[in-house]
């Protein structure tokens, strides 16, 4: 009653320009770009991480004398 209540703001949306001809050739182009690299990072990874479990087992195995003969 005192106060001033807020109005609602407003705005104005302006579109940016659409080639449809273009569109279906950037979105080609995004897909291909994030499977190729969705692809290659993972297998890279894994495969080092199992090097180094690898590693520290055997280092482990041969510290505790089960692997000397």
């Known amino acids: 009653m005192f106060f001033r209540r807020p109005s609602i703001r407003r705005f104005e949306y302006l579109p940016r320009y659409y080639d449809p001809e273009k569109d279906p050739a950037e979105k080609f182009k995004q897909r291909f770009e994030r499977q190729r690299h ?20 055997y280092a482990y195995l041969y510290l505790a004398g089960l692997l000397r003969s």
Request: proline share 5%; charged share 20%; aromatic share 10%.
């Open 38 to 57: 969705s692809r290659s990072r993972p297998q890279r990874s894994i495969l080092r991480w199992m090097i180094v479990f690898l590693l520290a087992v």
